[in-house]
């Protein structure tokens, strides 16, 4: 008998994607920051977490040319701050993403919340517009953003790193196998550009995301940026089975 090597993940045979860290090369922005004082922000945090009290929020889109082990694709969606034990993290509401190789392993790796989705990218003179259609449904998210002129990295909001609720469903029953708040951030990063301007948002009502209940009250800046980073494992914060 020939004993089967088993790989990172599923198929055991042929892991789709390989182990963290990636590294992604000369990944491209677009971020809008607001804020939120929507009556429904507080049930769309998982507990213990709690909303960020200033309401913070982000819709983006991002372009990633080059990653290990990844390929290229495209993501973008909606994030909320949020705060836990003292710290601000971003959470987010929903991703979506072009391929299924980053899919599987934001998913499985960290619980990032990824759906496939077209996302497009038009670029103008000095602009660029961009829209999520989920695959078949209407548009979930559009973003306008010109480059006005060069910008600094205070002028961005304080750096968050990225909280994620990873839910695993059981095989034998219902309930949860893994149920776990996880901590992830970008490490090795390497900022290449950065630049504001005026952007504009809008979020279309869908059954597959909540951004469109954030209710915006004030615009807080737009950016568009290219970096270099790599993504690593992540750290469980809280696990809700184990509690």
């Given amino acids: 008998m020939i004993a089967m090597v088993e790989g990172y993940s599923s198929p055991v045979a042929a892991s789709p994607y390989p182990e963290p860290p990636h590294f992604f090369k000369d990944l491209r922005w677009i971020i809008v920051y607001f804020k939120s004082r929507s009556k429904d922000l ?9 909303p960020d009290p200033e309401g913070l929020c982000m819709s983006f889109v991002l372009d990633v040319p080059f990653s290990t082990g990844l390929g290229p694709y495209r993501e973008g969606g909606t994030s909320v701050g949020v705060v ?11 991703l979506y993403v072009t391929s299924d190789i980053p899919l599987l392993a934001g998913r499985e790796i960290w619980g990032a919340p990824k759906l496939l989705a077209d996302i497009s990218l038009d670029f103008g003179k000095g602009g660029v517009e961009s829209g999520i259609v989920r695959r078949g449904c209407d548009e979930i998210l559009r973003i306008a953003y010109k480059n006005e002129r060069s910008a600094q990295p205070e ?63 004030e615009f807080v800046g737009a950016f568009s940026m290219i970096h270099d980073s790599s993504e690593r494992y992540g750290r469980i914060l809280y696990d809700y089975l184990k509690t």
């Fill in 42 to 50: 507080k049930a769309m945090v998982p507990e213990p977490a709690e």
């Fill in 84 to 94: 836990y034990q003292g710290k601000n993290y971003f959470h987010d509401l929903d």
């Fill in 155 to 217: 002028e961005l909001p304080a750096p968050r790193d990225d909280i994620k609720l990873k839910v695993i469903p059981r095989a034998d029953r219902a309930g949860h196998a893994i149920k776990q708040l996880i901590e992830v951030g970008m490490t090795d990063f390497v900022l290449k550009g950065l630049w504001t301007g005026p952007g504009t948002f809008t979020f279309g009502k869908s059954v597959l995301t909540q951004a469109w209940k954030l209710e915006p009250i």
